[in-house]
């Protein structure tokens, strides 16, 4: 496959180029976000987080699932919306805790199918839905999903703390296949138990406690490339990444895998005293990581493949989400 054609499918990925509206939507709420004084992370981090006392942090995040998959499957539609909220918690190192959800449908058969999905996500990861908000009158289908978690001030994991000569790690659970009937779901956890994939979730605590991380992020709807632009741009840095040195399950092509939306992935880095230990207890929970490349501060996120390397991004002249983050 040709390498421009790599590059150029992650540039105009769909998924990657939406982030661009949260810029507008930071900049309208940039005085007023932090009016209380106690807020630590907030735009740009895979969840918010408050300061609530006793040396923890109160994590609040929020996921909307994307029309066209609940046209495909509302049951996955459900199941996802667990899902994504409960990876939002553990990319920060925290304790997933309740969700709360806005559900917009006037079609009861549908209604009831978003549920059973909603319901087999609470008993996969284990992370009770507590409540919530029903539009029964509406003309469209929507869900939309928040989930709160805690974790200590001083394990937070952000995605705006990646340093210079950092390793960059991509981890994904290699062991799933692409979910009937959609183009970009990597299924790892539907037919896993749900001791699997909550062990997956509580690494990422365990990780955290031991500070082995100085950034992380949950690969989602901007794939692989994109989610780490956007550590990079939260942490106004760069990368030099290798492409064939990304996890990848055999038979698939680079250009389908980079839009992939992985059931279980991070892309995280660490100082490359602490890369091996982080790799470690990865892999033990089925994750499968590896050294990708590594920071730099030139602002640029660049691949190599055989040699050539090419511009990804280059954030001295464009963005993803547009800002970096301040902790």
């Known amino acids: 496959m040709d390498f421009n054609e790599i590059i150029e499918s992650i540039r105009t990925f769909k998924g990657v180029t ?30 918010a987080a408050i300061d609530i006392g006793n040396d923890l942090l109160m994590l609040m995040a929020t996921d909307g699932i ?8 509302p049951w996955w539609s459900g199941y996802c919306s667990v899902l994504v909220n409960v990876n939002d918690i553990a990319a920060m190192g925290g304790i997933p805790m ?3 959800n806005v559900l917009s449908s006037s079609n009861p058969k549908i209604t009831e199918e978003i549920m059973d999905g909603i319901n087999e996500g609470v008993k996969k990861f284990g992370v009770p839905m507590v409540g919530g908000h029903t539009h029964p009158d509406t003309p469209y289908e929507a869900l939309d999903v ?15 703390g990646a340093k210079l000569d950092d390793d960059v790690i991509v981890a994904i659970d ?76 055999d038979g698939m092509d680079w250009i389908s895998w980079f839009k992939m939306y992985p059931g279980s992935a991070f892309v995280l880095t660490s100082t490359d005293e602490n890369t091996d230990e982080l790799i470690r207890m990865l892999n033990k929970e089925h994750i499968d990581a590896n ?8 602002h640029v996120l660049s691949m190599s493949c055989k040699n050539v390397s090419k511009t990804v991004f280059d954030f001295n002249s464009e963005i993803i989400m547009g800002f970096s983050e301040d902790k």
């Open 18 to 47: 939406r982030k661009r509206s949260i810029a507008d939507v930071r900049e309208k709420l940039k005085d007023t976000y932090n009016i209380s004084g106690n807020v630590h992370l907030a735009f740009g981090d895979d969840a």
């Open 66 to 73: 994307w029309g066209s998959l609940m046209d495909i499957n």
């Open 98 to 100: 309740g969700m709360t």
């Open 146 to 160: 928040a989930i709160s978690g805690i974790v200590g001030k001083e394990d937070v994991l952000p995605s705006c």
């Open 174 to 249: 290699l062991d799933g296949s692409v979910y009937p009937g959609t183009e970009i779901n990597w299924d790892t956890t539907s037919d896993k138990s749900p001791k699997y994939v909550q062990d997956q979730i509580k690494v990422m605590n365990t990780i955290a406690k031991k500070h082995l991380v100085n950034s992380c992020k949950d690969i989602s709807n901007p794939g692989i490339v994109g989610t780490l632009g956007m550590l990079l741009e939260a942490s106004n840095m760069g990368a030099n990444i290798d492409l064939e040195s990304i996890p990848k399950p």
């Open 291 to 298: 050294c990708i490349g590594k920071v730099t501060d030139n």
